[in-house]
């Protein structure tokens, strides 16, 4: 899926950026500007989005930080404006047949009025989706689970997908860890895409030495997500081990006496089936079994296995305006709690986002996890 995605991507991005460069030349020529001029303008911005997509992992600092808005800003400017205008034809079409003498008619068919509106909107949520990936929302559940346990309760907090770097900025890690430590968690979960394909060796020290200061009574879990297995790289397991975090591939910790945390592989590793995990270590399954994994998929069949609780990550909620049904028609589901059978999933929208640090409606978010059982 990630390779198909990665030949689609590009294409549908050339699509509406063609859109979009038709239509604003349209609106540069209604004011009789040189026309060498605006293909010139059209040709820098690419290359500089280009130049910034590529290369911002190599670069720290105000550069980074600026680096990372303008190819937020422009592929957001480019998509949502092609968006509008597409549906602004669609619009005027209708408007056209059914009420063609309508002010509202006239004015979406304004050649001038139209894409300046839309620039300057497109440009609004270029901001705003910029800012509101950095900020670090708590995000509070409460579960309860039928499962005998000899202790009462269990408070969990659950990070995925920071794409550290991209995402998560590095100077942003402090407040990630001591937003964590304040939580006061028994267990720590990391449910995977904690770095990608763009984290620098700088940013991945940082993360060591960071991660290296949380506290929790039980210890820190990790789980890959598809970018830590697109990596493919033994360092990896190094990297979270470092800082004192246990590695879970597809295997399985027993903490607090009676619970047990099974971490699998990612979704694109071909991931042992839970039941014969559940086999290999002798798990009692009347005690709770939570399960973490990056992808929420086979949701439905991971309810039948004994697991009484799963934590998942992956969609990053709905990153980018409009892309929620998308994401639904790719996984068992896109973001909060939802019941399988007698299994409780939880599906996060993350910490940070994949691509551009844009993230709009959805929010940037650590997860307290209150689980209380049936003792």
């Known amino acids: ?45 690419i290359a500089l989005f280009v130049v910034c997509l590529v290369f911002s992992g190599n ?32 619009i005027s079409l209708l408007a056209g047949k059914f009420s063609p003498t309508s002010k509202f008619s006239r004015l979406i068919k304004h050649k001038k009025i139209l894409p300046l509106a839309t620039l300057c909107l497109t440009l609004v949520l270029s901001v705003s989706g910029y800012i509101n990936m950095g900020i670090l929302c708590e995000k509070d559940i409460n579960i309860e689970l039928d499962e005998a346990s000899t202790n009462d309760s269990l408070t969990a907090v659950m990070i995925s997908d920071t794409h550290l770097g991209t995402g998560l900025l590095s100077d942003k890690l402090d407040d990630l860890v001591d937003s964590i430590n304040s939580m006061e968690p028994d ?21 060591i030495a960071e991660f290296s200061r949380l506290e929790s009574r039980y210890g820190t879990f990790f789980v890959y997500g598809n970018h830590e297995y697109y990596i493919s790289s033994p360092e990896v397991d190094s990297y979270f081990e470092q800082a004192g975090i246990t590695v879970l591939r597809d295997e399985a910790v027993t903490i607090a006496d009676d619970i047990t ?96 640090h844009f993230k709009l409606p959805s929010n940037s978010e650590i997860v307290k996890a209150q689980m209380t059982f049936n003792s």
Not at 5 to 28: E, G, N, Q
Not at 75 to 90: D, H, M, N, R
């Open 1 to 45: 899926m990630f390779y198909i995605f990665a030949v689609i991507l590009p294409l549908v991005v050339l699509a509406f950026l063609l859109v979009s460069i038709v239509t604003y030349y349209k609106l540069w020529r209604d004011f009789k500007l040189p026309r060498l001029i605006y293909w010139l303008i059209q040709a820098i911005l």
């Open 59 to 90: 670069t720290s600092g105000f550069l980074h930080k600026a680096m990372l808005f303008y190819s937020a800003a422009y592929f957001v400017v480019i998509i949502y404006s092609s968006v509008i205008f597409i549906l602004s034809a669609v």
């Open 187 to 207: 267990v720590i979960f990391m449910v995977g895409d904690i770095i990608d394909e763009s984290t620098s060796n700088a940013d991945i020290s940082t993360m």
């Open 261 to 356: 945390i099974i971490g699998r592989k990612s979704y694109y590793e071909n991931p042992m089936p839970v039941e014969e995990i559940i086999e290999e270590n002798n798990i009692d399954e009347s005690n709770p079994i939570i399960v973490l994994a990056h992808e929420p998929l086979g949701l439905e069949d991971l309810s039948l296995t004994g697991a009484d609780l799963s934590f998942s990550g992956h969609t990053h909620g709905e990153q980018f305006p409009l892309i929620y049904s998308f994401m639904a028609i790719a996984n068992d589901m896109v973001y909060g709690i939802a019941q399988f059978n007698d299994m409780t999933a939880y599906t996060s929208s993350g910490a940070g986002g994949w691509g551009m």
